[in-house]
Every structure is written in structure tokens, then in C-alpha cells.
């Protein structure tokens, strides 16, 4: 696929590296730590609780899988595993997602300022996503490169982790 909808944003294909029935991760263009990745349903909604039980396993299965995996890409000892919901259509970004994040000690002085980051990230993310936009809705050529190259290690990486998984079955 070229690109990926998430609320009113499109998110080029070449950022996504999990792509799967109901579900794709994406590198953001808001890192709030080195391996934040941003879960998120295909089918837009605005809370995590309207979607199908389909969705949810998806979601659920990935996470778990995503946040192994990531961990080990970063040498990380665990994850922040965080659900952005929205009340109404007025709250930015209007399609809920899910936010991982490995972990390290020490990697945010007070841990609970990593939540204060969460709840503004909505808005944070979309001020961002436009600010590096392009003509034509696409990112700018050299932000999307970088972004791109993320996502493809990320993806050779993953693509390993699966063969490691169905080795040990």
C-alpha cells in the first residue's frame, strides 16, 4: 500500500514496517524515546472499545510481538505500552492508537513525566506531521528519508525475530 490513513493524515507507506490485517506500525514524527512506535487500527476509531474483537487480537498480538522485539532491538529491560482514546471528533486526531515505547532505567528523570508527554502527544504529533509536510501531502523528501530507512531496519529486523519465533515452536 502507498500510504496509510490515520484520522485525517495520511502516512506514507514507506514509514510503515508491520503491516497486518487490521493493524500497521509506523515510525512517528514525534519520538518521545529512541524506539517509540505508534500502533494503529486501519479502521478509524475513536476509542479502542468500539473496535471489533478481530481488531483487538490483532492489535493485542502485535503489541506483544512488537514490544519483544523492540526491546531487544534497543537493549531495553521493558516497555510503555500506552492506548490514546478520544471522547469526541473534536479531539485531534480522532483515530485511537497505541503508543510503544522501550524502555531503559534512568532514560526520563521522573518516569511519570513520560505521561504528561503522552496526554499532549495528539496534538504535538499533528503540529509536527504538518510542519514537515511537502506540495502535495507528502513528507518532506528528507525527513521521509530518514523515517523510511528507520522503518526498513526496523522491518529486516522484525522479519529476523519471526524466523527466531518459528524456530523455537
Known amino acids: 500500500m502507498d500510504y496509510f490513513k490515520f484520522g485525517s493524515l495520511i502516512i506514507p507507506g514507506s514509514l510503515v514496517f508491520w ?6 506500525c509506523t515510525i512517528p514524527v514525534v519520538k518521545l524515546l529512541p524506539g517509540h512506535v505508534l500502533l494503529i487500527p486501519k479502521r478509524q476509531s475513536l476509542r479502542l472499545q468500539d473496535l471489533d474483537p478481530a ?3 490483532d492489535l493485542g498480538l502485535s503489541v506483544k510481538f512488537l514490544t519483544k ?3 531487544k532491538y ?3 529491560t521493558s516497555s510503555t505500552v500506552n492506548v490514546s482514546s478520544f471522547s469526541n471528533e473534536s479531539d485531534g486526531l480522532n483515530h485511537c492508537f497505541i503508543h510503544i515505547i522501550p524502555r531503559k532505567e534512568g532514560d526520563i528523570k521522573k518516569n511519570d513525566d513520560l505521561y504528561g508527554l503522552l496526554e499532549n502527544y495528539p496534538n504535538d504529533f499533528i503540529r509536527q506531521f504538518h510542519n514537515t509536510l511537502g506540495l502535495g501531502n507528502a513528507f518532506s523528501d528528507q525527513m521521509r528519508d530518514t523515517l523510511s530507512q528507520e522503518a526498513k531496519k526496523y522491518k529486516e529486523f522484525l522479519q529476523q525475530c519471526l524466523h527466531e519465533e518459528i524456530k523455537l515452536k
Not at 503491516?19 to 500497521?24: F, G, L, T, V
Request: hydrophobic share 25%; charged share 25%.
Open 74 to 76: 534497543f537493549d531495553c
Open 19 to 24: 503491516n497486518k490485517q487490521y493493524c500497521y
Open 55 to 57: 481488531e483487538i487480537f
Open 69 to 71: 522485539s523492540l526491546e
